[in-house]
């Protein structure tokens, strides 16, 4: 059974209360267009085989990013430590490589800290407005965010694709929504409550979203009927990227 091991006590560090004896390392972390990426796990890895099964192993310390994208990993031991930001089962590695045999370690002596540990993640938000065919703004509409089926590609509309996903939010009073820190691929966007939703702009012709590192992000505007749908809930997503990840790996998979 693999196990983490996360020291308790380094947990409790302030920078209040600096311990000499440890160090730490602080960063920036960037999506694909520059962007912050908020809510990104980092880690600090350690031993000589870090990683088990493809999954960092022996992690000392994490933190998550913060809104404007910045993280600080405090209270580490000296010694000579892996950096990863991402979902522990596909963690980009500092430099900003995915191999591990390419990833390099940093020597961390006592009571330093080293900044400028940065990471340019492969993710992307998708964002856009939600209006009424009258042009008003369409609130509280639950927006779904859908891997699109193998056979969408450039200039072609994508194929009805499930649009119960694992991955929802709800329109601002604005209209407006976003997706943050979604992994390259394409995507199909559904409005309405589940097992009702529709495809946007219309389920015969699907808009396809690409997110890749040379693709431009549309800014996307879409109308629809005004309807009484029944209450709809945003689903929770914890780790939007790794949820998104994996109905990609399944997609491919098909």
Excluded at 121 to 147: E, F, H
Excluded at 209 to 228: G, H, N, Q, Y
């Amino acid at each position: 059974m693999r196990v983490i091991i996360l020291s308790a006590f380094l947990l409790g560090q302030t920078l209040s209360h600096v311990d000499l004896r440890t160090a730490g390392v602080t960063g920036h972390v960037v999506d694909l267009d520059g962007a912050p990426a908020e809510n990104i796990r980092v880690l600090a890895i350690e031993g000589l085989d870090p990683v088990v099964d493809g999954v960092p192993d022996r992690i000392v310390s994490l933190a998550r990013t913060d809104r404007d994208g910045r993280y600080v990993l405090d209270g580490i031991p000296p010694g000579r430590y892996l950096f990863a930001a991402g979902p522990l089962s596909a963690p980009l590695y500092f430099p900003g490589v995915a191999s591990l045999d390419q990833a390099s370690a940093l020597r961390l002596p006592p009571g330093a800290t080293v900044p400028g540990v940065d990471f340019r993640v492969p993710y992307a938000s998708i964002s856009g407005r939600l209006l009424y065919q009258d042009g008003k703004p369409a609130p509280n509409v639950r927006i779904a965010l859908a891997t699109a089926p193998p056979e969408s590609s450039r200039g072609q509309s994508g194929k009805r694709a499930a649009a119960d996903s694992a991955v929802s939010t709800l329109t601002g009073k604005d209209g407006r929504f976003t997706f943050r820190n979604v992994p390259m691929g394409a995507y199909h966007l559904a409005a309405g409550p589940e097992k009702q939703a529709e495809f946007l702009p219309t389920n015969s012709n699907p808009e396809t979203v690409f997110i890749d590192a040379s693709t431009p992000r549309p800014i996307l505007e879409f109308r629809i009927a005004r309807s009484d749908p029944p209450a709809a809930e945003s689903v929770p997503a914890d780790d939007v990227n790794e949820i998104l990840r994996q109905l990609i790996e399944e997609r491919r998979r098909q």
